[in-house]
Nanobody
């Protein structure tokens, strides 16, 4: 099983980034996909979830700014992040949840003020 997260980088406040999480080794369509983030000195927190049926959940801190989506044909989940703030700076991780749970390796997002 491999979850390959990509798309992080350095962006100014107010900017946008799109993260991708490409999965292999799992039946992607049957897994819920999540994005978490961990800022320095803080615990890892849930950012967004999309179920196998397409239902979504967002942390209050990102509602209205972030959008999670999935493309089952490409076995890829996405996190579109708009109106980024310095407090969004963190390592972002994707996670699959099905019969078992797996984590991706993380991608750094840095938002400058």
């Amino acid at each position: 099983v491999q979850l390959q997260a990509s798309g992080g980088g350095l962006v100014q406040a107010g900017g946008s980034l799109r993260l991708s999480c490409a999965a292999s080794g799992i039946i992607f369509s049957m897994n819920a996909m999540s994005w978490y983030r961990q800022a320095p000195g803080k615990q890892r927190e849930l950012v967004a979830v999309i179920t196998s049926g397409g239902s979504t959940y967002y942390a209050d801190s990102v509602k209205g700014r972030f959008t999670i989506s999935r493309d089952n044909a490409k076995a890829t989940a996405y996190l579109q992040m708009n109106s980024l703030k310095p407090e969004d700076t963190a390592v972002y991780y994707c996670r699959s949840s099905g019969r078992n749970a797996y984590w991706g390796q993380g991608t750094q997002v840095t938002v400058s003020s």
